[in-house]
């Protein structure tokens, strides 16, 4: 798990055990499946993190997320860029994709749907 410190003072927690560069970016892969990816120029800092912490943080984050962490099946990313397509809220999207709202936007960046400076509104 790598946590993804964003020149926004934002960050995201990245279920990662290999990172490589891409075109100015930095892609984040698990078990040979790309599971992220940031623009080289907004990070500030990445962090190795320890599992057992990490293994709690899921846990809680699955408590109110069922599906925090979790990879994106091909299911759940139509829902989303449809959802987002229409106008949905991100209160509407995280309850309807179960998972946090730093999630969906990662993906929906991954997507080129939402640019490294928007956020979800």
């Not at 397509?85 to 993906?107: C, D, P, W, Y």
Request: aromatic residues 6%; hydrophobic residues 35%.
């Amino acid at each position: 798990m790598m946590r993804v410190m964003l020149e926004d003072a934002d960050y995201c927690d990245v279920p990662a055990d290999l990172m490589t560069f891409d075109d100015g970016a930095v892609v984040f892969w698990r078990e040979g499946e790309e599971v992220g990816r940031h623009r080289q120029l907004r990070i500030r800092s990445l962090e190795v993190l320890n599992a057992r912490s990490m293994t709690r943080r899921i846990e809680r984050a699955r408590k109110n997320h069922p599906n925090a962490f979790r990879q994106w099946s091909p299911e759940d990313e139509q829902t989303l860029i449809e959802m987002f397509n229409n106008g949905s809220t991100k209160e509407q999207l995280v309850e309807a994709l179960g998972r946090q709202e730093g999630g969906i936007a990662t993906r929906l960046r991954a997507l080129g749907l939402l640019e490294d400076d928007q956020r979800l509104t």
